[in-house]
């Protein structure tokens, strides 16, 4: 065997995909606002609050294919406080070029809501 066919033999060691996020969002969301019931006015006593916003997630999350993060949620009927989605800032400007609804809704909340 030479020398060259011996380094192709040898392959690095495998690395574990993280399919969970392993960095505190909140410490990375960059902007948060009401939408639905709260943001129109249309809320009742009943109501839940609900968020959506944009994080931007640490670097070694866009640089290479180990660590991926595309959206954070929290559901009021899963235990959580608030129905809360925040997006990665990559995935909020694609649904937005996209014109998504719902995104769109978020760009253009009152000052108060944010």
Known sequence: ?????????????????????????????????????????TNTSESDLDVKGIAIAPLDYY??????????EECVSKGGAQDRV?????????????CNPNIIEVLFCDEEDI
């Open 1 to 41: 065997m030479t020398l060259l066919s011996t380094r192709m033999l040898s392959f690095p060691k495998k690395r574990k995909l993280v399919s969970s996020m392993e960095f505190n969002v909140d410490n990375h969301t960059i902007y948060k606002c009401k939408h639905g019931s709260q943001a129109y006015g």
């Open 63 to 72: 640089l290479g294919f180990a660590k991926r993060f595309e959206q954070s």
């Open 86 to 98: 925040i997006y990665d800032i990559q995935k909020f400007f694609k649904l937005a070029a996209d």
